[in-house]
């Protein structure tokens, strides 16, 4: 009896170990880091472009309007240099179902890396997610940032994660 406990206890640790070795640090993940490039985030499927002012998501059709947008590409990076440097999000290998992380940075521990949000009020005729015109700036409550293992192709061969969107928020 005493031996099969200590070998059912060695089995979780060993269950708990392999659930955990192959998550990395969402930011450190290549492809991540290679979407979170404003200028290649579209072609990895995602659409952080539509919530910075004059840039857009070309494949991405839903309308900026209304939508809290960074006033520039500027406000953006510097915004995603505070992720990187404090969020600790793991993004697994094998996420099976759990394909979406959230990483948030509340205001107050933005610090320096504070920026304004702003509310998009027009978008270019030819591209709805482009955002032309902002209204109401705010002072953001937080950060968010959505990262989801999602198929890449034809950028990336299968699924990967990605960071799939970005805006202030101020709720």
Not at 76 to 91: G, R
Request: charged share 20%; glycine share 8%.
């Amino acid at each position: 009896m005493r031996t099969a406990l200590i070998l059912t206890g060695s089995f979780l640790l060993l269950l708990i170990n392999v659930g955990t070795a192959y998550a990395a640090k969402c930011t450190t993940v290549a492809s991540v880091i290679s979407s979170a490039v404003v200028a290649d985030n579209n072609s990895y499927k995602g659409h952080v472009g539509a919530h910075i002012k004059d840039v857009g998501a070309a494949d991405y059709a839903a309308s900026a309007v209304g939508k809290t947008v960074y006033t520039s590409l500027a406000d953006f990076q510097t915004i995603w240099s505070k992720l990187v440097e404090v969020d600790t999000s793991e993004c697994p290998d094998n996420p099976g179902g759990d394909n979406a992380k959230i990483a948030l940075i509340l205001a107050a521990d933005a610090g320096d890396a504070a920026v304004k949000g702003y509310v998009c009020d027009t978008v270019d005729g030819a591209m709805a997610s482009k955002c032309t015109a902002v209204k109401d700036e705010f002072t953001p409550t937080k950060y968010y940032f959505q990262f989801l293992y999602k198929n890449t192709a034809p950028k990336l061969a299968g699924s990967n994660w990605i960071l799939n969107t970005a805006f202030p928020r101020n709720d």
